[in-house]
């Protein structure tokens, strides 16, 4: 039987104004996750909201970004699909 594949968990999230969540992984990964697909689905609709999706905050044990009770997004969904942040500065 196959061991289940284990991801990083998240340390620290930083939303940005874009609807982007620049996630920081407890192995020192960054990735930028792009959550305007996500808009178009009823569940994450509440994150159009700016004030709602800047509240973006880890899950106290690393698994996912939680918004509210009923908002989050997997761990494992952003360090799939998250992109490198661009190193430009500026």
Same mark, same amino acid.
């Given at each position: 039987?196959?061991?289940?594949?284990?991801?990083?968990?998240?340390?620290?999230?930083?939303?940005? +104004?874009?609807?982007?969540?620049? $996630?920081?992984? @407890?192995?020192? /990964?960054?990735?930028?996750?792009?959550?305007? #697909?996500?808009? +178009?689905?009823?569940?994450?609709? $509440?994150?159009? @909201?700016?004030? /709602?999706?800047?509240?973006?905050?880890?899950? #106290?044990?690393?698994?996912?970004?939680?918004?509210?009770?009923?908002? @989050?997004?997997?761990?494992?969904?952003?360090?799939?699909?998250?992109?490198?942040?661009?190193?430009?500065?500026?």
């Amino acid at each position: 039987m196959e061991k289940p594949t284990a991801y990083p968990k998240i340390h620290s999230v930083k939303p940005t +104004k874009e609807k982007e969540l620049l $996630v920081t992984f @407890d192995n020192g /990964v960054q990735k930028l996750y792009d959550c305007s #697909p996500l808009l +178009k689905h009823d569940a994450f609709r $509440v994150l159009e @909201d700016e004030a /709602v999706f800047q509240c973006a905050r880890p899950d #106290p044990h690393g698994y996912a970004v939680i918004w509210n009770d009923d908002v @989050d997004l997997s761990e494992s969904e952003i360090w799939l699909n998250g992109k490198e942040p661009n190193k430009r500065t500026g």
